[in-house]
């Protein structure tokens, strides 16, 4: 247990829809990253926030939106949902300084009908 | 932008030792991660070098060279619960963003 928790474990909606993905760092992280991991690709990043701040982007696309709150819990929104998004989604959180460490949460599975 | 290179597949017996390279190409280096990833689960950290050479955690040791922008994990006395993939990571490029590789995919076989 990596102490990251990210709910829902699995998430099925139809196409054009919207969801949220929630996660929680690990106690006394302020970072906190998320990734896409497709079937037959690597862990893309998509955003990091920093102690409410976002501090990197990666290929994020405009439809994806996130922020992170003042208790540093951080939630990924999805919208216009389509076919390609169905993914793994992965939170991960590391200590201020150390983005090489990341502890991962277990993950959203989301299928896109 | 990075870049990482690393093997798609290595297949190894139980017991043995085996190595899984990772080149990498970025601007502004600070070091070399490695992750494990089991087939459904979340990735866990393994290793992180920032220096030139060997470093050693148990059955595991990850080892880099900054001239030849190279590194490897080394895995001895492969289990089977070893199975899994590999993820080589830098962060580069003036951000806090990591670059992962595409991924090793290790077989342990009997």
């Known amino acids: 247990d990596s102490g990251v928790t990210q709910t829902p474990k699995h998430l099925i909606t139809a196409t054009g829809q919207r969801v949220t993905l929630r996660c929680s760092p690990r106690?006394?992280?302020?970072?906190v990253y998320w990734y896409q991991q497709s079937l037959d690709q690597g862990l893309q990043f998509l955003i990091q926030?920093?102690?409410?701040?976002?501090?990197a982007k990666g290929n994020i696309l405009e439809r994806f939106s996130a922020q992170q709150f003042p208790d540093l819990h951080s939630e990924l929104n999805l919208s216009s949902l389509e076919l390609g998004d169905s993914a793994l989604y992965f939170c991960a959180s590391s200590v201020a300084g150390l983005p090489e460490t990341q502890y991962f949460g277990p993950g959203t599975r989301l299928l896109v009908l | 932008g990075q870049s990482l290179e690393q093997p798609s597949e290595v297949t190894a017996v139980e017991g043995a030792i085996v190595q899984i390279n990772c080149t990498y190409q970025t601007s502004g280096f600070y070091g070399l991660s490695w992750y494990q990833q089991h087939d459904g689960g979340a990735p866990t950290f393994l290793s992180y070098?920032?220096?030139?050479g060997l470093e050693e955690t148990g059955r595991f040791s990850s080892f880099l060279s900054r001239s030849d922008s190279y590194g490897y994990l080394l895995l001895q006395e492969l289990q089977m619960k070893d199975s899994a993939s590999y993820f080589c990571?830098?962060?580069?490029?003036?951000?806090?963003?990591?670059?992962f590789g595409t991924g090793t995919q290790l077989k342990v076989e009997l």
């Open positions: 070098n920032a220096l030139d």
């Open positions: 990571a830098v962060r580069g490029g003036g951000g806090n963003k990591l670059t």
């Open positions: 106690s006394g992280d302020l970072s």
């Open positions: 926030y920093y102690n409410g701040e976002e501090r």
